[in-house]
């Protein structure tokens, strides 16, 4: 969060992104499972 100009850490909203957070599931997903597997779980 930006106060008077000055970054202050870990205060606010935690930052999201659709797109980024679905990439994140995606990579964590594919580290345990197969391809196939992860399509099946994250498209629903």
Not at 13 to 41: F, G, L, N, S, Y
Request: charged letters at 25%; one cysteine or more; glycine letters at 2%.
């Amino acid at each position: 969060m930006c106060d008077d100009h000055q970054w202050r850490a870990n205060v606010g909203q935690t930052p999201q992104h659709k797109w980024a957070d679905e990439q994140t599931k995606w990579v964590e997903c594919i580290a345990e499972c197969t391809i196939e597997q992860c399509r099946e779980m994250l498209n629903p």
